[in-house]
């Protein structure tokens, strides 16, 4: 079960596509109304319709709503499970969002195996409720650890095995990624982006730095604003003719994995999901943590590439002042410096992730 945003629903599908490559059926538990009711059906997976609703920590009441429709779609789940063996799953797991509480808790209540996959530093209600009753509990980030420990979670059933990424972007290759980035040869490319949420002071930044930017010889700037963001980042940057030919500024990346394969740094946030395939891909980056995300997890996420050696990371309080713009400067025209980083990525083996996990499910079913 896996739903409400990208980031628990792809590395959803990216353990689905790995363990559908091993040979078992997947069906996914999720809201048609969600992100998981467009992406699953389009990834080929069968998909099994539950309606629940979240609560709102700033209307206390509605928790009485969400705990009435968890607990009718877990009683649906029972009675289904019960009357048809080919529903029946061998193991259940959840991804950390609301919607997995009917699956996880009517697995637990038939004996079945339950797992639960954490993507943040910081987990969500509904995994650290179902934590005390998992056998296993897969986390992408070491920090995650005690917290589950401290909801009652056992410390043998906790593993480490990063952030499954989708085959599409593992997928990413560097010529092709060049090709349609319209890269020359020897051009130096910068790939940026923020997602929609929080990306207005990194697109602000960007173009304030426009000019330091393009006097780097060679460099290529391809600039994902967020599709809210677009319009006012175009306007800020009033590229003329001449630097639209070095300066690729669009609301979104379609092709991420391989735009990913062929930069030579990434600037961006750090959610769970960015730092996933910025690791699988092995890339060297500048992080700059989301402000206001739920207790800095994004901060505690950006630690993972930056402990390693393979990124750099700013508070973005601290983006709009000159060690900023040094450090960025600076390695963009070092490539030594970049492939010690690459090097540090590529020690993390963050591309094997699904398969990691994949082997865990199995071993619950053995």
């Not at 599908?13 to 048609?32: D, I, P, Q």
Request: with cysteine.
């Amino acid at each position: 079960a896996a739903g409400g945003t990208a980031g628990h629903v792809n590395p959803a599908l990216a353990l689905a596509e790995e363990l559908r490559r091993r040979g078992h059926a997947v069906r996914f538990f999720g809201e048609t109304r969600r992100l998981e009711g467009t992406l699953v059906p389009e990834a080929g997976f069968d998909f099994f319709p539950v309606r629940v609703s979240g609560f709102d920590r700033s209307r206390p009441w509605t928790i009485l709503t969400a705990l009435a429709h968890i607990s009718r779609e877990e009683g649906r789940l029972v009675k289904s499970f019960r009357s048809d063996d080919a529903l029946r799953p061998d193991v259940a797991i959840g991804f950390g969002a609301y919607v997995e509480l009917p699956l996880v808790r009517a697995a637990r209540r038939l004996g079945i195996p339950v797992a639960l996959h954490e993507q943040n530093s910081v987990p969500g209600l509904a995994n650290k409720r179902s934590a005390r009753h998992a056998s296993l509990i897969a986390i992408a980030q070491p920090a995650v650890a005690p917290v589950f420990e401290r909801a009652g979670a056992a410390p043998n059933a906790i593993r480490l095995t990063g952030n499954p990424v989708r085959s599409s972007v593992l997928a990413g290759d560097c010529a092709r990624g060049r090709a349609a980035l319209g890269a020359g040869e020897g051009e130096t490319i910068l790939l940026v982006f923020g997602g929609s949420l929080g990306a207005a002071h990194l697109n602000e930044r960007l173009a304030s730095l426009k000019s330091a930017l393009l006097a780097i010889p060679g460099l290529r700037v391809v600039h994902s604003t967020g599709a809210a963001g677009f319009e006012e980042a175009r306007s800020a940057l009033a590229l003329t003719d001449d630097e639209a030919a070095r300066w690729d500024v669009r609301p979104y990346i379609t092709e991420m994995g391989d735009a990913l394969a062929a930069a030579d740094l990434v600037l961006s946030r750090s959610g769970a999901s960015s730092i996933a395939e910025i690791a699988a891909l092995a890339v060297p980056s500048v992080l700059v943590p989301y402000p206001h995300a739920t207790a800095d997890h994004q901060t505690t996420n950006a630690r993972f590439l930056v402990d390693a050696g393979a990124a750099v990371m700013f508070a973005d309080a601290d983006i709009d002042g000159v060690d900023f713009e040094r450090e960025l400067i600076g390695l963009l025209t070092d490539a030594g410096r970049r492939d010690a980083m690459r090097a540090a990525a590529h020690g993390l083996v963050a591309d094997r992730a699904a398969e990691k996990l994949a082997d865990e499910i199995e071993a619950l079913r053995a």
